[in-house]
T-cell receptor, first 114, second 114 residues
Framework: DAGVIQSPRHEVTEMGQEVTLRCKPI?????LFWYRQTMMRGLELLIY????????DSGMPEDRFSAKMPNASFSTLKIQPSEPRDSAVYFC????????????FGAGSRLTVL | AQSVTQLGSHVSVSEGALVLLRCNYS??????LFWYVQYPNQGLQLLLK??????LVKGINGFEAEFKKSETSFHLTKPSAHMSDAAEYFC????????????FGTGTQLKVEL
């Protein structure tokens, strides 16, 4: 969906390397979400922001994961150091109006950690 | 906490046949319920949502879902499957009255055969 641009679309890296995934919401929004999708665990909410402020990061698996939203048009999800079990598709999504619960997803970033 | 259970990780139907994808929710009060669809290599897209108005909800692409409180169900149906319906379908729930956190089911992969 053109409302959310994610980069990179694909990344292959080696264990121990730092990975930074980027999200640029094109449209106006109040909330931004990071999800992780794997075959084993399905879709998991990692963290979400309201008005650029982190509200709930209880889904972030470990301290190796961190997320920032310096402004309304940009967010990053960083993994340092990366591990093979972090291999997944990471989605960024926005909620265009607070409480509407209709999420617009980006196309995802497929991460492979060797 | 609210949750949803999708019965059947894979469903196969013939083109033109009825599509029925099952979703049951767990909540002490009727929640808001959603169906999303994910086509290969894409993010999720909203199909339809129930927010305590009409119990029969019509969505895009000819899909509809009926909220049945007595059965705690929100099954997705389409009278006649088309090849283009092949995708993964996710049921999701959020607390009544808003709140931004969507909890997704594990997904059902729909295959449509000639």
């Amino acid at each position: 969906d053109a409302g959310v641009i994610q980069s990179p679309r694909h990344e292959v890296t080696e264990m121990g390397q730092e990975v930074t995934l980027r999200c640029k919401p094109i449209s106006g929004h109040n909330s931004l979400f990071w999800y992780r999708q794997t075959m084993m665990r399905g879709l998991e909410l990692l963290i979400y922001f309201n008005n650029n402020v982190p509200i709930d990061d209880s889904g972030m698996p470990e301290d190796r994961f961190s997320a920032k939203m310096p402004n309304a048009s940009f967010s990053t999800l960083k993994i340092q150091p990366s591990e093979p079990r972090d291999s997944a598709v990471y989605f960024c999504a926005i909620d265009r109006a607070s409480g509407a619960n209709v999420l617009t997803f980006g196309a995802g970033s497929r991460l492979t950690v060797l | 906490a609210q949750s949803v259970t999708q019965l059947g990780s894979h469903v196969s139907v013939s083109e033109g046949a009825l599509v029925l994808l099952r979703c049951n929710y767990s909540s002490s009060v009727p929640p808001y319920l959603f169906w999303y669809v994910q086509y290969p290599n894409q993010g999720l897209q909203l199909l339809l949502k129930y927010t305590s108005a009409a119990t029969l909800v019509k969505g895009i692409n000819g899909f509809e879902a009926e909220f049945k409180k007595s059965e705690t169900s929100f099954h997705l149906t389409k009278p006649s499957a088309h090849m283009s319906d092949a995708a993964e379908y996710f049921c999701a729930v959020t607390p009544t009255g808003g709140g931004n956190k969507l909890t997704f089911g594990t997904g059902t992969q729909l295959k449509v055969e000639l």
